[in-house]
């Protein structure tokens, strides 16, 4: 069975330090994983992927399979960072049934 | 394209009441997915169509629940005879193609047992 495991309910930062979200994930194939946003009053919206190797608005996260995490990173965080985060996997193979964590509260303070 | 659509926004309701809610994905996609979120959870997936098929339904909480997309197009989600613990954030999504596309999440409609 797969799991992702966020270990952080609350993550409080001030404005310009680093973040990191962590993430693990528990998949016995090679899965894809992603990473979901969801600011005040919005919907849930794909931040990134892990295949796409991308940086999105200052984040990045690298798939570690020895350690099974993806954890989500930014060097300065930003006001408007302040949101829910979700990590969520899908398992190889196609199908597209993704599994979510309990997901991070980022806060950024100033 | 306003992106995925979902209706009603709220739905408050009697134990043991019937209840439908409505998806409309973004239209040239051909998956369609239902997630249920309770507080403090993440989204946690129900079923998924591709076109009007349903290609799974195992993970559906228990036989009173159903989904339908009968022409491939909008999804119903039907939850018989509602219970306390059937309170929670019901959530649509939508994706294109094969493989693992992204997918694009409506805003939810949320159900409040009485």
């Known amino acids: 069975a797969q799991r992702v495991t966020q270990p952080e309910k609350l993550l409080s930062v001030f404005k310009g330090a680093p973040v990191e979200l962590k993430c693990n994930y528990s998949?016995?194939?090679?899965?894809?994983l992603f990473w979901y946003v969801q600011y005040s009053r919005q919907r849930l919206q794909l931040l990134l992927r892990?295949?796409s190797r991308e940086s999105i608005k200052g984040f990045t996260a690298d798939l570690n399979k020895g350690e099974t995490s993806f954890h989500l990173k930014k060097p300065f965080a930003q006001e408007e960072d302040s949101a829910m985060y979700y990590c969520?996997?899908?398992?190889?193979?196609?199908?597209?049934?993704?599994?979510f964590g309990t997901g991070t509260q980022l806060k950024v303070e100033l | 394209d306003t992106g995925v659509s979902q209706d009603p926004r709220h739905k408050i309701t009697k134990r043991g009441q019937n209840v439908t809610f409505r998806c409309d994905p973004i239209?040239?996609?051909?998956?369609l997915y239902w997630y249920r979120q309770t507080l403090g959870q993440g989204p946690e997936f129900l079923t998924y169509?591709?076109?009007?098929?349903?290609?799974?339904k195992s993970r559906l909480l228990s036989d009173r629940f159903s989904a339908e997309r009968p022409k491939g197009s909008f999804s119903t989600l039907e939850i018989q005879r509602t219970e306390q613990g059937d309170s929670a954030m019901y959530l649509c999504?939508?994706?294109?193609?094969?493989?693992?596309?992204?997918?694009?999440f409506g805003d939810g409609t949320r159900l409040s047992i009485l």
């Open positions: 999504a939508s994706s294109s193609g094969q493989g693992t596309q992204p997918q694009h």
């Open positions: 169509f591709q076109n009007e098929a349903q290609l799974e």
């Open positions: 892990h295949i």
């Open positions: 998949y016995s194939g090679s899965p894809e």
């Open positions: 969520a996997l899908a398992p190889s193979g196609g199908g597209n049934k993704l599994t």
């Open positions: 239209s040239e996609h051909n998956r």
